[in-house]
């Protein structure tokens, strides 16, 4: 209970303690300012007091000048169809964590090991929900900086019911609130992605301080990087397009494309991943004694849940129920079939025999590929990228794998990482109209920019890959050496052979 106790308090400390002195500066503050991308409407705007009559000024002239005064803007009204998506969207993403991911882990690990896994699954994502309220958002999408956002919005300082946020049509608002809580659900989606890697073995206090870790300085910057701008109203020419440009994220001012998250999201957790795997080495009789899933039953359902919920998680990414948000959908669905087909015939060819497993894979596969593209290229593109998944992912978690030498569990790096860097490099050549892309939209001329270079676009979709793996990586080693030196990362060898659900929960997933 003493350790338990300590390890709470470290997390407690570890949140709260860099923000300190900015919530001391803050304390006196009401309004937070206006966070690119969420525009706040607040209603209750100071009216300016008239000034006194000079004694020589004629009543007429009072009066003209009375009547000349604009009139007080009205505040910006959300779309009550967009909003309602929204909720939806949001909804369907905590079903692909809860139970989607929940269940396709806990299928692929053994018996003795099933609780833990979905007990991990759901304590990440309800820290990360949490800390993203009280720090999350505004580092992510607060104002302040190229990498980190600021702490105007901290504890959600500022945001009321009124308050509302851009989408990406000029014009167009849903309400603050939902856009919160959409947002959230990626953030605490993806720290639970990571645990697949070292899953058998890890203690549970070690894979919440983790998560906490990581989540505040990998996720937070990669996707305040990625995602951050002004919103497009405040883009009407070139001269507000260099200003928008130079306050947003890094990666977003470069020019690169990230619908849904494949940067953000897969290739962070699986480069994270594939760190954990290493430095927690090998599960105990790895290579040796048999680890095969022990419910591949449950592995398919949670597969098909994932798949479901995944149409939140990349329609919903559009922020608006219109083409764009019909285009998403339809390669978000195409690209999985497509993925599922190619894996389950390339290992029917190679192994003589097609998997469950395997077709599982390819649906993942698929869609993490597709994540970042959904909204930029057009079904056959996305197709193309469906099939050419299902292939380098097999790959990734049988040839690559065997050179790494790592043991990582759920094959998180193999089908997230590798998956995520496919998508978003083809996300740069098939989002060339020339290709049945989109292109790239300019908010000066409210049109897609003719200019569209194949090769320039993957040079920096490919900036915006080695970015993330470099930045995920560092601080996913030091956050490890951080865990391993306050509470241990591993279990002790007879417990991790008894199984995790006794020794870490007192509890078994079946009773005969």
């Known amino acids: 209970m003493n350790r338990i106790a300590r390890t709470l308090a470290l997390v407690a400390a570890l949140c709260l303690a860099p923000w300190a002195g900015a919530i001391a500066a803050d304390a006196g503050a ?34 003209e000048k009375t009547e000349a005064a604009p009139a007080a803007a009205a505040p910006p009204v ?46 990440v994502f309800s820290v990360i929900t949490v800390l993203w309220v009280v720090y999350g958002y505004t580092l992510a999408f607060g104002g302040g900086g190229s990498f980190f956002g600021g702490f105007d919005k901290l504890f959600l300082k500022g945001v009321t019911p009124d308050s509302v946020a851009a989408t990406f049509s000029k014009g167009v608002y849903i309400p603050e609130y939902i856009f919160i809580a959409f947002q959230c659900t990626f953030a605490a989606i993806t720290p639970a ?34 995602w951050y701008w002004d919103g497009p109203d405040a883009i009407t020419d070139a001269k507000t397009l260099e200003a928008v440009t130079a306050n947003a994220g890094w990666l977003w001012a470069k020019g690169a494309l990230d619908f849904a998250g494949g940067t953000v999201v897969h290739i962070n957790a699986g480069v994270a ?24 039953a449950f592995t398919m359902v949670g597969a098909s849940l994932l798949w479901v919920g995944w149409f939140g998680f990349n329609v919903g990414s559009n922020l608006e129920a219109n083409g764009v948000a019909a285009l998403a959908f339809v390669n978000t669905f195409v690209a999985t079939a497509a993925a599922t087909v190619a894996w389950t015939f390339a290992e029917w060819m190679s192994k003589g025999k097609p998997s469950m497993l395997g077709a599982a894979s ?27 998944s299902g292939i380098v992912c097999l790959w990734g978690v049988n040839g690559l794998k065997r050179m790494l030498g790592a043991d990582d569990s759920l094959d998180v790096f193999g089908v997230h990482g590798l998956g995520g860097i496919l998508g978003a490099l083809l996300t740069g050549v098939f989002a060339a109209p020339s290709l049945g892309g989109t292109g790239v939209f300019d ?23 080695l970015i993330t793996i470099v930045w995920s990586g560092v601080v996913s080693f030091v956050a490890y050496k951080l865990v391993d030196m306050i509470v241990g990362l591993r279990v002790a060898e007879d417990e991790e052979r008894e199984g995790l659900d006794i020794t870490s929960h007192g509890e078994s997933a079946y009773h005969s």
């Open 30 to 63: 009401t309004v937070a300012k206006a966070a690119p991308v969420v525009l706040l409407a607040q209603a209750d705007a100071k009216k300016d007091e008239a000034p006194a009559a000079k004694a020589e000024a004629a009543p007429a002239a009072a009066a």
């Open 193 to 226: 992605l990571i645990i697949g890697a070292f899953a058998e073995r890890i203690k549970f206090s070690a894979v919440l301080l983790f998560c906490v870790i990581w989540f505040t300085f990998s996720y937070l910057p990669i996707a305040h990087m990625v």
């Open 362 to 388: 390819g649906a993942v596969a698929g869609l993490v590929a597709i994540t970042p593209a959904c909204g930029f290229v057009g079904p056959m593109g996305a197709i193309v990228i469906g099939l050419a």
């Open 443 to 465: 908010y000066v001329t409210n049109a897609a920019n003719p200019d569209f270079s194949i090769a320039g676009q993957v040079w920096i979709q490919l900036q915006g890959v």
């Open 78 to 123: 959300p779309n009550k169809g967009d909003t309602a998506w929204m909720i939806v969207a949001t909804v369907l993403v905590i079903l692909m964590t809860i139970p989607g991911l929940a269940l396709f882990y806990g299928g692929l690990v053994r018996t003795k090991n099933m609780l833990s896994i979905l007990m991990q699954v759901m304590m």
């Open 273 to 296: 991943g594939l760190v954990g795997a290493f430095m927690l080495g090998k599960r105990v009789g790895y290579g040796r004694e048999s680890m095969a899933p022990h419910s591949l």
